[in-house]
């Protein structure tokens, strides 16, 4: 079992940069990838970006690329997402996610979400 707890989300005016940081607890943080995901309301859950267990492959929304930074911190237990040049539209809940290798199959575990919120 691992325990997610995001943080960093708040409300941000358009052009505006948030970070988020998501710490995990439980299992051994390094073994996974790491996923965050986004909610907007009314829409389905989608991938935003993810890392693989050494951090050395990254994958992204083409969307957001250029703009958001996933990165994370094995010694810390602890994985970010660094958003620059926000957009109103990317106003969601953000969710951390952990999983099994390889980047790419996706999150068996998350956290509760935190709130992003960019006005225009």
């Known amino acids: 079992q691992v325990h997610l707890v995001e943080s960093g989300g708040g409300l941000v005016q358009a052009g505006g940069s948030l970070r988020l940081s998501c710490a995990a607890s439980g299992r051994t943080f390094s073994s996974f990838s790491m996923y965050w995901y986004r909610q907007a309301p009314g829409k389905d859950r989608e991938s935003v970006a993810g890392i693989s267990w050494s951090g050395d492959m990254t994958s992204y929304k083409d969307s957001v690329k250029g703009r958001f930074t996933i990165s994370r911190d094995n010694a810390k237990n602890t994985v970010y997402l660094q958003m620059n040049n926000l957009k109103p539209e990317y106003t969601a809940v953000y969710f951390c996610?952990?999983?099994?290798?390889?980047?790419?199959?996706?999150?068996?575990?998350w956290g509760q979400g935190t709130q992003v919120t960019v006005s225009s």
């Open positions: 996610g952990a999983g099994t290798p390889p980047l790419g199959s996706g999150p068996r575990y």
